[in-house]
């Protein structure tokens, strides 16, 4: 649990005042059967009023105490468990805000979602076990245990043999439970994600009329699943009773031992009453105990994925040079595979250059590494081999932060975030006045945020209105643009735009040449055909690089795909 | 706690004892059933389909819970045994009540045994008939309610609230009765020996019901405010390790960060206040336990010297008095319980409610051999009554005619393909099919007419070859590979470390958006219909890819019709006839070249797609 180490520190004085307290409460809660046995044998047994009522008033002093030390440590443990738990999940946020791409790429975003939520509350609740009831049960039940030697040696002898033999139970029982446990999990899955994928795709299933096909996947998944639940409890289901009974021929034993030991004057009824308390008392704190190893078990599992995500890899350092770029970008030679992919190398040998102001079309197939070319020119990876220059420095020698602030991109995914549009557009430029978040807007053809209810107030995501891909695509270019970075890159960021609105767009950009470079990754020769150079890949290699009438006679390629877009079959 | 719209699927950990009514959960605000009453009678309705055995279990429990009550008087009785004078034990009558013990507990083991089996397997059985039910029913659902739901909602009451229904409901129950009957015997035993005596005893009754109003009206508004920074917790988690991307290429990491600190102490403060106040439960149950059982000592130690009551009476009552607030307790929390099981009921029956796609009509024809002329006679049609979304529109389309629909986002060119496929029925006029109303025809044999590749490409759990398969389910391996070529998505495929046998996924992404697609044509050349539907099937495919698939599909396609929807101009402009759909309307019609010729609004999209920018 190394990494709970440094939590420990921070909190350990509550910690261990709310473990001492713990310790205390079981004391207190010890002494009930004994004094309880002194009632009945010194008072109610002896006929003797004043022992009652001075063993009575013990009693309740003993259970103020025990109730002051509860209240205490519940106090304690709510603010140490509360307080870690918030402490371990702001850690885990920020390590993974500035989590390298390579580390966020292996770890899928849902299970990251879970590992912050789900765990970390795991976590908590363990903590907070600890200094509430876990450590209570074994302090209990071996107190008891002492308590009951001491009140009587021999008659405790019982006491050893039900412990010895509901441990054992208990043991066996979880020991054969545990892989059943996780067999249920599992089978639990496959019924969640079926039902995910029939979700997702129902529009399919009523397409192709698959009905039966679903309704036995899901029914061959349900199966199992019930299957697995019967076998996960059944072992409780036959043991629980088991302990029970054990407790209970315990019971009858005491007594009978207990009177044989009366006759002789060894054993008081209040002894053998208390007896049969601490023996219900001990039953009950070893099934805490289960329960603590249960949740241990559960807690090691969520530790060991928080770990993973404090272990991951950090983003590239934020020192080197930071300066203002002019926007000079040149690709050496560069070759690079994603690291976690298949190991194909996504570009091989790459080189181009683009000169500040200038603007660059990427254009090729599916797969053949244009987005990658602008994942690494925001640096999100590092090349494995050559460079990438900007202002002829190399970007590794650059504040990663400093890269990215003069880089604008406009993604392929729009990701828009909850919160205004005015707020979302800001994230290019959080001083922006409005005056600026209205003319980028403007520029991006996003001028339907006027006719919406709130206009530039409205709201965005889960609180808001929902709004098509085409309208999230013009936002999200109206961010790039307001951060006027000397480099944007536009990841075929107006693939949902129909074509007069993509031309205006175009325009815009055209208007911005000189000031900014751009670099332009897209699908559409129509696009590409105007920007200053166009570079042609195709996986991962330079098929040919010049400017659209160049290309149109040197690059097979790009005349393929021109002609693809441009001209029509029936005139070919 | 991470509620809300999160779907739990954690498995429980074995646990020995009952749901009992001592967590701190049973003060957290839970949804309130509306209808409490009608969905505990559809439960009970639910129940009585393996009545016997659930009423035998149920027996059985009773039975046990009266054995748990007669214990310790037996116990107590025993005391009454030893005679503290003569300090001698009355060796007959002990060994007949240490008998009586012994053979109440074993009846107990056996009865807890068996009914525990029983209700094990019943209960399985239940949530695996429940969700079997759920699952068909949702197959029945028509498409618009997949469409206004979220997964996640529907998943959650699929899972959790299903199992509510079984497990908790029936356990709880079982429980109830058996608390209830271990007071109610308690009580009478109690009252059988002694009055006053039991009125000390039942001074907890009060205590325990100021104790549980004062921490629920305290935690109350804490666990709200817990519940509502958690979702608001959750929703920023989300939100910002999705666009992890992003936050970084706009450098708003500290930002966000930040932000996170504030919402996550507020967190920190609700769930500290909530946890201590439920906290205070279980230490002061403690402290009114031991106060009762004090204060019956001393009453008993009165009696008993004063007014010669049998010690063994006063050893019995003091161990009713240490049995006697716990069930009380957990009642007053199983009653929470059992609410929130019934919201959650509701929500199953919610859906169980919900109206089902039309039946066919009694006299619904079956297409044999459908050729693939589709008709549209005046189709009005809107998802919501104050936005229509198609006007009026009537269109022709012969067998084997290839059609595009070009417009703006949102112009209603899915819609049509929604109508068609009969995934939503128009509000008025009407849709033909070779002739036939396709509200008249089966819905089995609508569906076989149309091979579709939808918008959001979808690949379901199995092998590349299973996911082809699925629109043919018959098909060889030769022919879903044939078909694979004819999609290009073959030479993908082939250069797989698995090739055919890769196994894929919705939600992992080791093939591309492109690739997706190109898996998704296949399906539907596989399928073979008379009328092909391809919604921007090959937005993420590149130009030269999908000239190819184009040209194969078209010899393909000869004799079918063909629907395209596409935002590219170039992937249309080869269609037999191209409709612009603008305002619900279908604003033009006509070849690629006529409209050029009209220099109407297809013309405007071509050449501003098309004009030169720059300073120039």
């Known amino acids: ?572 | 706690m991470a509620e809300g719209q999160q779907i739990h699927s954690e498995t429980k950990l074995p646990s020995m004892r009952g749901p009992g009514g001592g967590g701190a959960k049973r003060f957290a605000p839970g949804a309130k059933p509306k209808n409490a009453r009608g969905t505990l009678r559809r439960i009970i309705k639910i129940y009585l389909r393996w009545g016997k055995t659930i009423f035998a279990a149920m027996l059985l429990t009773a039975a046990a819970s009266g054995i748990s009550v007669a214990i310790p008087y037996f116990v107590g009785k025993t005391f009454n045994t030893f005679h503290l004078e003569t300090r001698t034990v009355d060796d007959g009558l002990l060994f007949g009540l240490l008998a009586a013990v012994a053979a109440l507990y074993a009846a107990n083991y056996v009865i807890n045994t068996v009914s525990g089996v029983i209700m094990l397997k019943v209960s399985q059985k239940l949530v695996f008939t429940l969700r079997a039910e759920f699952f068909d029913k949702m197959q029945r659902l028509p498409l618009e309610f997949y469409d206004t739901r979220s997964h996640g909602d529907t998943m959650s009451r699929l899972t959790n609230d299903v199992d509510n229904i079984s497990s908790t409901i029936a356990q709880a129950t079982t429980q109830l009765i058996s608390s209830l009957l271990t007071i109610t015997g308690s009580l009478a035993v109690m009252i059988s020996l002694n009055i006053p005596l039991t009125l000390v005893v039942l001074l907890c009754i009060p205590l325990v019901a100021a104790l549980t109003k004062m921490i629920a009206s305290h935690s109350r508004s804490c666990f709200m405010a817990q519940q509502r920074s958690l979702g608001e917790l959750n929703g920023m988690i989300e939100e910002n390790i999705l666009g992890l991307k992003m936050v970084k290429a706009f450098g708003r990491q500290q930002k966000m960060v930040e932000e996170f600190a504030g919402i996550n102490e507020r967190l920190y403060d609700s769930s500290r206040k909530a946890q201590i106040w439920s906290g205070f439960m279980m230490p002061l149950m403690n402290v009114i336990n031991n106060l009762i059982f004090t204060l019956t000592a001393i009453a008993g130690g009165v009696l008993s010297t004063g007014y010669g009551l049998a010690v063994g009476t006063v050893i019995s009552f003091l161990s009713y008095s240490k049995q006697f607030a716990q069930p009380l307790n957990s009642v007053a929390g199983m009653f929470n319980t059992i609410q929130q099981a019934l919201a959650g009921a509701e929500r199953v029956f919610e859906i169980m409610d919900r109206q089902e796609e039309p039946e066919d009509v009694t006299d619904a024809v079956d297409l044999e051999n459908p050729r693939g002329d589709v008709r549209f006679e005046n189709v009005n049609f809107s998802y919501d009554p104050a936005a229509p979304v198609l006007r009026d529109v009537s269109f022709d389309v012969k067998a084997g005619e290839t059609v595009a629909l070009v417009g703006e986002t949102g112009a209603g060119k899915t819609t049509v393909v929604n109508l068609l496929t009969r995934f939503y029925d128009a509000d008025s006029g009407r849709i033909l099919i070779d002739g036939h109303d396709i509200r008249d025809v089966k819905r089995d044999s609508l569906r076989r007419c149309f091979s579709v590749v939808l918008q959001e490409t979808c690949l379901f759990g199995g092998t590349i070859m299973d996911n082809i398969r699925y629109s043919r389910v018959d098909a060889t391996d030769e022919q879903v590979i044939a078909a694979a070529k004819t999609a290009r998505a073959h030479s993908f495929i082939k250069r797989l470390p698995q090739g055919y046998q890769t196994r894929v996924s919705g939600s992992t992404d080791n093939l591309s958006q492109g690739q997706r697609q190109l898996l998704a044509i296949a399906r539907a050349v596989l399928c073979d219909c008379p009328i092909l539907i391809l919604d921007e099937a090959t937005s993420s495919v590149d130009t030269k890819t999908e000239k190819d698939i184009q040209r194969a599909l078209l010899g393909l396609m000869k004799d079918h019709t063909s629907f395209l929807i596409a935002h590219r101009l170039s992937t249309i402009r080869d269609a037999d006839r191209i409709m612009v759909i603008g305002n619900g309307r279908i604003l033009e019609s006509g070849s690629h070249d006529d409209l050029m010729a009209q220099k109407g609004v297809y013309y405007n999209m071509v050449v501003s797609q098309m004009r030169p920018v720059g300073p120039a």
């Open chain 1, 1 to 572: 649990m190394g990494i709970y180490k440094k939590y420990f520190n921070r909190y350990k004085i509550p910690f261990i005042v709310a473990v001492i307290c713990v310790t205390c409460e079981a004391v207190c809660d010890l002494m009930g059967p004994t004094l309880m046995a002194r009632i009945i044998d010194m008072g109610i047994e002896k006929s003797d009023m004043d022992s009652v009522l001075h063993w009575g008033l013990i009693m309740l002093a003993v259970t103020a105490a025990g109730a002051c030390f509860a209240v205490a440590r519940n106090i304690l443990a709510s603010n140490v468990s509360q307080r870690m738990g918030a402490d371990l999940r702001y850690d885990l946020f920020a390590k993974i805000m500035n989590f390298s791409e390579a580390g966020a790429d292996r770890i899928e975003s849902g299970s990251l979602i879970t590992r912050l939520t789900n765990d970390t509350s795991q976590v908590v609740q363990f903590v907070n076990g600890i200094m509430r009831v876990f450590l209570k049960a074994p302090v209990t039940c071996i107190g008891s245990i002492v308590l009951a030697s001491m009140l009587n040696l021999r008659l405790s002898l019982v006491i050893y043999g039900v412990v010895a033999v509901v441990a054992f139970l208990i043991a066996i029982s979880m020991k054969l439970s545990y892989p059943r446990f996780s067999m249920l999990q599992k089978s639990m899955d496959k019924v969640n994600s079926v039902v995910q994928e029939y979700l997702i795709g129902v529009r399919l299933v009523k397409a192709f009329g698959t009905y039966d096909e679903e309704r036995g996947r899901f029914k061959t998944a349900n199966e199992d699943l019930m299957e697995k639940g019967i076998a996960s409890q059944i072992i409780i289901t036959y043991i629980a009773p088991l302990l029970n009974l054990t407790v209970g021929v315990g019971t009858v034993l005491v007594i009978y031992i207990g009177s044989r030991m009366f006759g002789s004057s060894m054993a008081g009824t209040g002894d053998i009453s208390a007896f049969t308390i601490y023996m219900a008392q001990i039953l009950n704190a070893l099934l805490i105990i289960t329960n603590v190893f249960n949740t241990f078990v559960r807690t090691k599992a969520s530790t060991a994925r928080i770990r993973e995500v404090l272990d991951a890899e950090e983003d590239f350092s934020h020192m080197g040079d930071v300066k203002t770029l002019k926007g000079d970008i040149r690709f050496e030679h560069v070759s690079f595979a994603y690291p976690g992919g298949s190991g194909d190398p996504v570009l091989k040998d790459l080189s181009f250059s683009v000169k500040r102001g200038e603007n660059l079309a990427v254009i090729g197939p599916t797969g053949s590494g244009k987005s990658t070319i602008a994942w690494l020119l925001m640096r999100f990876y590092d090349v494995d081999d050559g460079r990438i220059l900007l202002d002829e420095t190399d970007i590794r020698e650059l504040d990663t932060d400093a890269v990215r602030g003069n880089v604008a991109l406009v993604p392929q995914k729009s990701m828009l975030f909850s919160g205004t549009v005015a707020d979302n557009i800001r994230w290019g430029n959080s001083e922006a006045d409005d005056a600026a978040v209205r003319d980028a807007a403007k520029k991006a053809q996003a001028d339907f945020i006027e006719r919406m209810p709130y206009g530039f107030d409205s709201m965005l995501g889960s609180a808001g209105v929902n709004i098509s891909g085409g309208q999230k695509q013009r936002i999200s270019i109206a961010r790039g643009l307001i951060k006027a970075a000397p480099i944007l890159v536009l990841d075929d960021a107006t693939s949902a735009l129909d074509a007069v609105t993509e031309a205006r767009v175009r325009q815009q950009l055209a208007a911005m040449a000189g000031k900014h470079t751009v670099v332009m990754v897209t699908q559409r020769c129509t696009t590409a055909m105007f920007a200053d150079h166009i570079l042609v890949l195709e996986d991962g290699v330079n098929m040919g690089y010049g400017t659209h009438e160049e290309l149109l006679n040197t690059c097979e390629i790009y005349r393929e795909i021109y002609r693809s877009q441009v001209e029509s079959e029936k005139e070919a």
